[in-house]
């Protein structure tokens, strides 16, 4: 926005914003230039409704530009801001964690729907990054133990830090390769494993929106591979420690849910289910110990 005497409201600012966002390909403008502008004057965004044809001092425009500055470079807004809503929950995020996507909602319901409810259930989450699934999953399920595992101490730093907010308590968060920090608990003791794992393809990085590939972590995005290579360890190594009633559960990426049922009957699993997203993609895959 320029730097002239004109008066600025929140109305004009807005649409001026938007405007600059859509010139920078941003297909999210209005709703951006929205949060960015509630979140500095720390209000809801109906509040800018309501006062839409007041002024903006001087310092608020002044700190609005930095904010215009970083998402016209495409960085996520969840970054700018510090926060995503999950769950219908504030998570604290920074670049060294996945901004929590809304799809992963549906693996954290169908977790929780499949739970037991007379038992004290143990889980753990692998690939935990900003603890958006084992947070949301500590806080639904009453007398829950979860294990949150990630291979970045980072990430973790971020997760503990959620939990800490959230007054989560019951989870222990684990620096570790994949199951790995899991090799002290006994075999047949926990009722579900849950991971949102990198599962981009390599091939595929090329083609994501700058904000995703030049911002989020490449280690959350991707195993450098052809996308299936931690669904090969998970469904390779996670049946033992599963009771006998319990199951795996993964996010999903588009048109992996075939290979990934081929990897499943190669290593022996029982029954499978797929969940399709609002987005009618197959978004998850529950996987049934044998029994
Ligand atoms: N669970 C979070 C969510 O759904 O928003 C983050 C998922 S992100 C797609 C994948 C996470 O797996 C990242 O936090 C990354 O650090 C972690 N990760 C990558 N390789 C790993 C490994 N070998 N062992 C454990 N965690 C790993
Ligand atoms: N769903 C994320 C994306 O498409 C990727 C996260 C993942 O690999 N699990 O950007």
Not at 271 to 277: N, P
Request: net charge negative; hydrophobic share 40%; with cysteine.
């Amino acid at each position: 926005m320029q730097k002239t005497t004109k008066i600025w409201t929140i109305g004009t600012l807005l649409k001026w914003t938007q405007d600059y966002f859509a010139s920078k390909n941003i297909e999210s403008a209005r709703i951006d230039a929205e949060v960015l502008l509630a979140h500095l004057l720390q209000k809801e965004r109906i509040y800018l409704y309501v006062h839409f044809d007041e002024p903006l001092q001087e310092e608020e425009l002044t700190a609005f530009r930095e904010l215009v500055k970083k998402r016209a470079m495409r960085e996520p807004v969840a970054y700018i801001i510090g926060k995503k809503e999950f769950m219908g929950m504030t998570f604290i995020v920074n670049k060294n964690v996945l901004v929590p996507r809304p799809e992963t909602e549906h693996l954290v319901e169908a977790v929780s729907e499949r739970l037991p409810t007379n038992k004290n259930n143990v889980i753990a989450d692998i690939g935990t990054g900003s603890g958006a699934i084992a947070i949301s999953l500590a806080k639904i399920c009453k007398s829950i133990k979860v294990y949150a595992v990630d291979i970045s101490e980072q990430a973790l730093i971020v997760a503990r830090e959620n939990a800490s907010v959230l007054q989560a308590d019951n989870i222990e968060f684990c620096q570790g390769d994949l199951l790995t920090p899991l090799s002290g608990l006994e075999k047949n003791s926990l009722q579900a494993i849950v991971s949102n794992p990198p599962y981009i393809p390599q091939s595929d990085m090329a083609d994501l929106e700058p904000d995703v590939r030049e911002y989020e972590p490449h280690n959350a995005l991707t195993d450098d591979n052809d996308g299936f290579d931690f669904y090969r360890r998970l469904l390779g190594e996670s049946q033992a420690l599963l009771r006998e009633d319990g199951f795996l559960a993964c996010e999903i990426g588009i048109g992996q849910a075939e290979e990934i049922k081929k990897i499943a009957q190669q290593n022996n699993w029982g029954r499978c289910e797929i969940i399709k997203d609002l987005a009618n993609i197959e978004r998850v895959i529950i996987l049934w110990k044998q029994k």
